[in-house]
């Protein structure tokens, strides 16, 4: 079966830090992707962790536990523009995905 | 990366009528392709998979006879909503895996609106 929870939402301030928590249980897992969804658009790709540990790419980083079922994301220097849906999504043949972290940056 | 078009980006049409949907992967081949269908404020959900040359695998509850995939080349799939009704006003995205990561690239989607 598949079942991803994370926060459906968390407000923070612009220059601040914010993680987002994501856990999940699927099987034939291989991998977990955040990506990022503006209203009305599709999502964009931000991460993919397979292995355990963290994956740094500019302000965002992605963190895995596959013996946790435990992902989150990073983001760092919060700009306005981040305000946004951001989904995790456990790999399996296809995506599953969660039902998002509605992200909202305040100045 | 790897780019995916969807065409239309937007259509309005009345209930009982089709709508056909296109998904392209414009530089690269794509021998499985993803519909999803997203409802305003929920979560992307997987309506079929589209295999190249053979018939699509559709997730339960999604009915084959209304959402017809054909995926006759290995650039293009097409989502037709057959009848439309009111109820199948959605957003939905195509997608296709790429890359050593197999990284799914979606479509900029198509918000469908049925009146």
């Known amino acids: 079966g598949q079942n991803i929870d994370q926060p459906t939402e968390m407000t923070a301030t612009e220059g601040a830090i914010v993680q987002i928590n994501c856990t999940y249980q699927t099987s034939g897992f291989n991998g977990l992707f955040w990506y990022q969804q503006h209203a009305g658009e599709a999502p964009t790709f931000l991460s993919y962790?397979?292995?355990?540990g963290l994956e740094e790419k500019g302000r965002f980083s992605s963190f895995l536990s596959r013996s946790k079922g435990y992902s989150y994301l990073l983001l760092k220097e919060l700009q306005m523009k981040d305000s946004a849906s951001y989904l995790c999504?456990?790999?399996?043949?296809?995506?599953?995905f969660g039902k998002g972290t509605s992200l909202l940056v305040t100045p | 990366g790897a780019v995916v078009s969807q065409h239309p980006s937007r259509v309005i049409c009345k209930s009982g009528t089709s709508v056909k949907i296109e998904c392209r992967s414009l530089?690269?081949?794509?021998?499985?392709m993803f519909w999803y269908r997203q409802f305003p404020k929920k979560s992307l959900m997987l309506m079929a998979t589209s295999n190249e040359g053979s018939k699509a695998t559709y997730e339960q509850g999604v009915e084959k006879d209304k959402f017809l995939i054909n995926h006759a080349s290995l650039t293009l799939s097409t989502l037709t909503v057959t009848s439309a009704h009111p109820e199948d006003s959605s957003f939905y995205i195509c997608?296709?895996?790429?890359?050593?990561?197999?990284?799914?690239?979606f479509g900029p989607g198509t918000r469908l609106t049925v009146l």
């Open positions: 962790n397979v292995l355990d």
């Open positions: 997608s296709a895996r790429f890359g050593p990561a197999d990284e799914q690239f």
């Open positions: 999504a456990a790999s399996g043949y296809a995506l599953n």
């Open positions: 530089d690269f081949q794509a021998t499985t």
